[in-house]
C-alpha cells in the first residue's frame, strides 16, 4: 500500500504542477502561449505524460478555471465576513468579484471566456462552481425578499460579468467602478 500512495501523491503532484505552470504561463504570457509542448517543457516531463493527466488544453484549461472558482469563492466569503447590513455584504462581494478578475485576468478567462466544458447547475457540476455560486446566492438572498433568489443571483453575476468584460475592453469610463457597484447594489437591494 505504501507505494500506492506515493505514487498517487506524485500524480497528484504532477497534476497540480501542470495546473499552476498552465496558470502562471496563461497569466504572464497569455492562453496562447500555453500548449502541451510548452507545458513539458517548463514542467520537464515529456507530453505523453501531461496526455495522463489531461486529455488536451480544454482540460488542462477546465483545471485552471475550477481552482479559479475556489479561489472566487474565498474571495468572496472573506469579503462577506465581517459586513454589516446585507447592502454591505452585496457591495462587498461586487468588489471582490471585480477585484478578483482584475487581478487573475487569465484565470478569469479560463472560467469565463474560453470554451469549456464546464457547466452550472447540471449534475456533474464541480463542486467548486456551486460553491462560488452559493457564495454570492447568499448575499443576494438577504436582499431578494419575495424575489427567485437564484435568478437574481443570475443577474447579479452577470451584471458584474459585463462590468469586468467591458472594462477591460475599454468600453467604460476609468474610476467609476465604486459608483457602478454602488448603483447595482441599489437596485437590487431597494426592490425588495
Known sequence: MAIDDRRARDREARRRLI???ARALAENEGWDAVTTRRLSTEIEYSQPVLYKHFAGMEQIADA????GFGELTE???AAQSGSGSADDALSRIAHAYLDFARD???MYDA???????LRFATDDTPPQLEDS????RQAVDAVAGDRDADT???VFWAALHGLVTLGRAGRLRDDYDDDRIRLLVSEFA???
Open 64 to 67: 485552471v478555471a475550477v481552482e
Open 75 to 77: 474571495a468572496m466569503r
Open 152 to 154: 437574481l443571483t443570475e
Open 111 to 117: 472560467m469565463f471566456t474560453r470554451a469549456t466544458g
Open 19 to 21: 495546473v499552476a505552470t
Open 133 to 136: 455560486f452559493a457564495a454570492m
Open 104 to 106: 487573475n485576468p487569465a
Open 190 to 192: 431597494t426592490r425588495r
